[in-house]
């Protein structure tokens, strides 16, 4: 059990180390909406690879953690930032949008919308598809 915690601990120092590098990236703002003068904490996007990596690793608001911890959550006009999430740069933002969107999908028609117009990267989207 010591161990687990151990390595937990190690990760967690390892995000901590990104932080300056992430919220530069960032702009100190959520990478899914945008939003700034919010607390941001990092997420890293499944399936986590064995050593934490900024490419695989998001700066997001609370309110964005609670929604990918809780999905069936999401609903509502509030989140078409996702919209221009998931044309990001980023294949990281385009993975994490990708699949809010689908759980979207499910109860917006905006965002089913949005996804029939969408065209992702080949190995964008098997990350997306494959958490």
Not at 16 to 37: F, I, Y
Not at 44 to 60: A, G, K, S, W
Request: aromatic fraction near 6%; proline fraction near 7%; include cysteine.
């Amino acid at each position: 059990m010591a161990k687990g915690y151990e390595l937990h601990q190690a990760r967690m120092m390892a995000l901590q180390g990104m932080g300056k590098d992430l919220a530069r990236r960032a702009k100190s703002r959520c990478e899914l909406t945008g939003v700034g003068g919010v607390p941001l904490r990092a997420y890293e996007v499944p399936p986590v690879p064995e050593d934490p990596d900024i490419e695989r690793t998001l700066l997001i608001s609370e309110e964005c953690h609670e929604m990918l911890d809780h999905p069936a959550r999401l609903a509502g006009w509030h989140w078409q930032c996702l919209a221009e999430a998931v044309w990001s740069e980023m294949p990281a933002v385009q993975v994490v949008a990708w699949r809010m969107l689908n759980e979207l999908a499910k109860r917006e028609d905006w965002a089913r919308e949005v996804l029939e117009e969408l065209f992702l990267d080949p190995d964008v989207e098997e990350w997306a598809r494959n958490p």
